[in-house]
Nanobody, 126 residues
Framework: VQLQASGGGSVQAGGSLRLSCAAS????????MGWFRQAPGKEREFVAA????????HYADSVKGRFKISRDSGKNTVYLQMNNLKPGDSAVYYC????????????????????WGQGTQVTVSS
């Protein structure tokens, strides 16, 4: 599965952006999907994940209440709606696919994901 992330850009604090991640094939629907981000000099960190049918979601505490992950199986696309953005949200955002079942423990580790998109830059100015 190839993933193509888009939608990044530059916004002021308090603004919004919606990231998209398009998958190359319908087998996307068999994957748990996640978003991660990496700021300069920092490790890549988990942001959000959504189960195969979109029923279950999980968020990092830092984005809970501000970001929303969703998926459109008909379009083979997962979205990350980001509201009330803060300068600390500035990073390269990556989408990722996990072909394993969503267990009791949400998939938040990098090693939980087999497929990665190329990343899209988000810059939030104060």
């Amino acid at each position: 599965v190839q993933l193509q992330a888009s939608g990044g850009g530059s916004v002021q604090a308090g603004g919004s952006l919606r990231l998209s991640c398009a998958a190359s094939e319908r087998s996307f629907n068999a994957n748990v999907m996640g978003w991660f981000r990496q700021a300069p000099g920092k490790e890549r960190e988990f942001v959000a994940a959504v189960s195969r049918l979109g029923v279950s979601t999980h968020y990092a505490d830092s984005v809970k209440g501000r970001f929303k992950i969703s998926r459109d199986s008909g379009k083979n696309t997962v979205y990350l709606q980001m509201n009330n953005l803060k300068p600390g949200d500035s990073a390269v955002y990556y989408c990722a696919g996990n072909p394993r079942l969503w267990s009791v423990v949400p998939p938040t580790r990098l090693q939980d994901y087999d497929y990665w998109g190329q990343g899209t830059q988000v810059t939030v100015s104060s």
